[in-house]
Structure formats: structure tokens, C-alpha cells
């Protein structure tokens, strides 16, 4: 079993930046490719971000490219997700995810969930 934790989340101006963490912990040892996911009030959760195992390869949703960056430290067994310029909608609560093979946007591909972080960003 894996679990996984996210901190960082709050409430900021447009414009801001904020960082996310998912620390995890457990049986890190399986975790292939981990994500981050968003869920805004009455819409369906939807990806944001992956990266590979070794973090070699990362995938963005378009409409967070050249905002957020994905990163990993496999020595702290901990995923991060910096995002910059952000904006009302990118409101939501943020979910680390991991899987144990591949790397692909689908939730339900992904073994383990956080409980989430909120965000909130004001205009």
C-alpha cells in the first residue's frame, strides 16, 4: 500500500503562485508515473499533470503549460507541483495520484489518492 499526502494549497490572488506537495509513503517502491488531478465545485475531476518514474517525461493539460511545472524527488519519495500566473479558474481541490506502470492522463489508471488540497484563487 502507498499513501499519499498533499500540502500547500490556500487561498491566493490572481496572479499568484503557490506550490503543491504530495509526500509519500508506504510501498513507494511500486509507484510508477504519479499525477496531479482537479476537481472544481459541480465539475468532474479532470488531469493536470504526470510525470514519469524517473522524471524523465512529463505531460500537462494545455491549460496549465507555461504555468505549472511537475517535479519529483525520489530520495524524499515526493512529487511537486509549482504553479505559477494563477488564475480564478484555476480554483479546485488538487489530488496526488500514482500508478504502478505507465504514465497517461486517465484517472482511473492511477492506484492511489490523496485526500487533496484546496485551492483558491481570488480575482
Known amino acids: 500500500q502507498v499513501q499519499l499526502v498533499e500540502s500547500g494549497g490556500g487561498l491566493v490572488q490572481n496572479g499568484a503562485s503557490l506550490r503543491l506537495s504530495c509526500a509519500a509513503s508506504?510501498?513507494?517502491?511500486?509507484?510508477?508515473?504519479m499525477g496531479w488531478f482537479r476537481q472544481a465545485p459541480g465539475k468532474e475531476r479532470e488531469f493536470v499533470a504526470v510525470?514519469?518514474?524517473?522524471?524523465?517525461?512529463?505531460r500537462y493539460t494545455d491549460s496549465v503549460k507555461d504555468r505549472f511545472t511537475i517535479s519529483r524527488d525520489n530520495a524524499k519519495s515526493t512529487v511537486y507541483l509549482q504553479m505559477n500566473s494563477l488564475k480564478p479558474e484555476d480554483t479546485a481541490v488538487y489530488y496526488c495520484?500514482?500508478?504502478?506502470?505507465?504514465?497517461?492522463?486517465?484517472?482511473?489508471?492511477?492506484?492511489?489518492w490523496g485526500q487533496g488540497t484546496q485551492v483558491t484563487v481570488s480575482s
Open positions: 510525470i514519469s518514474r524517473i522524471g524523465s517525461s512529463t
Open positions: 495520484a500514482a500508478r504502478l506502470n505507465g504514465i497517461g492522463i486517465v484517472s482511473t489508471d492511477y492506484r492511489y
Open positions: 508506504g510501498r513507494t517502491s511500486s509507484m510508477s508515473a
